[in-house]
């Protein structure tokens, strides 16, 4: 099913006697599928506002990613939170949309500075479980009372209802951007490096390594961006603080640019087999966490707090783990694994009370949760 309006997908939800897949672009299908009968968001689209000196844009949620990216672009802005591109990844094709990134909170390695997709969300439309529009939000920040349905509907993928339209805060475009790149750490010295740097005062958008670069040795990152006179001088102060090793300052901003998108999309595992595990942890727990998992690649992004680990297929991934602050998603395989880590009972038994609020008669599937 593919509506053309949201009036169509409120009428395709009420009618629906089984269950339901929500599917925007088809770029990220992480879990779910089974039998269920797959609604498609693309046919509602289309950028409704967008006011670049208020720094807002409103779209409907099936509006590509990239048509929303050239309009931001034609203005001098971004969507500040630089959402993954999971295609190369998840070997999948299709065109993303807005509202896919959305739904699946998708934020890139800007996180440590900017924040999270949610933290720029502002309002949204979706479609409930019964059928109904449910409109919560606006154009600005604001308090609200009850339910806050605009950071519950971020990372809900489409199983609490249909997003139909999304209103966001962006920022303007940097005039510059550096990279300091630091050769030869493994990946503990790594980790330490990542985290003097983010504690210093010279506001890094970026750190991330990889202990495999691309010429084969290991390489850390630490992006700094902002006006072109001041880049410049946090990143010679950035590398001064590790001038007893191997640092390098690269300011060339398609160089700077490429580099950046290879962590966000983490091209390193594209087209690589085996299982792809997204791990959240605290940074100073990511070393001793991939020496338990032993995974056949790694990255480490957000200053080791993100680890993106590619083992052999059907790792289970979590037992080699254990017990550990944070937790492990299977992002890429099959297999009796679950995707999602289980919640803890409380978590689990209010997650299935939102459900049952938004979705009484259960018609989104729950395999996108499994």
């Given at each position: ?13 009420r ?7 929500v ?64 295609r190369?990844l ?20 800007r996180?440590?500075q ?101 010429d ?13 006179g ?33 962590v966000?999309d983490?091209?390193?595992m ?76 409380p ?24």
């Amino acid at each position: 099913m593919r509506p053309g309006s949201e009036a169509e997908l409120a009428e395709a939800v009420r009618g629906a006697q089984a269950p339901l897949r929500v599917c925007g672009g088809g770029t990220r299908a992480i879990g779910g599928g089974g039998a269920a009968a797959v609604l498609e968001t693309g046919g509602v689209t289309g950028v409704s506002l967008y006011e670049p000196g208020a720094l807002t844009l409103v779209a409907a949620a099936g509006t590509p990613l990239s048509e929303i990216e050239a309009v931001l672009d034609a203005e001098g802005q971004r969507l500040a939170f630089e959402p993954m591109d999971h295609r190369g990844l998840l070997g999948t094709e299709g065109v993303s949309t807005i509202g896919g990134v959305v739904a699946a909170n998708v934020s890139g390695p800007r996180r440590v500075q900017a924040g999270a997709c949610r933290d720029f969300l502002l309002g949204v439309r979706f479609v409930d479980g019964t059928g109904t529009v449910v409109k919560n939000g606006g154009r600005v920040m604001k308090n609200v009372t009850g339910y806050d349905l605009v950071k519950l509907m971020a990372g809900s993928r489409g199983t609490l209802g249909v997003l139909t339209e999304v209103s966001l805060k962006v920022l303007p475009k940097p005039e510059a951007a550096a990279s300091v790149l630091i050769d030869g750490l493994d990946d503990a010295a790594a980790v330490a490096a990542m985290a003097r740097a983010l504690g210093s005062p010279y506001d890094l958008t970026g750190a991330a390594h990889l202990p495999v670069g691309p010429d084969g040795d290991p390489l850390t990152l630490l992006r700094i961006e902002g006006f072109a006179g001041s880049v410049a001088y946090r990143a010679g102060q950035l590398a001064a603080l590790f001038g007893g090793q191997a640092v390098r300052i690269e300011s060339d901003p398609e160089v700077v640019a490429e580099a950046w998108a290879d962590v966000r999309d983490v091209a390193p595992m594209h087209g690589r087999e085996g299982d792809v595990w997204r791990i959240h942890c605290k940074p100073s727990d990511a070393p001793g966490l991939v020496a338990r998992l032993e995974p056949r690649a790694v990255l480490y992004d957000w200053g080791g707090g993100l680890i993106w680990a590619l083992t052999h297929t059907g790792t289970d991934a979590r037992a080699r783990l254990g017990a550990f602050d944070g937790h492990a998603t299977r992002v890429r395989g099959r297999g009796t694994t679950p995707v999602f880590p289980p919640e803890p009972a409380p978590v689990a038994a209010l997650s299935r009370a939102i459900r049952a609020r938004f979705d009484p008669r259960g018609i989104f599937d729950p395999g996108t949760l499994h």
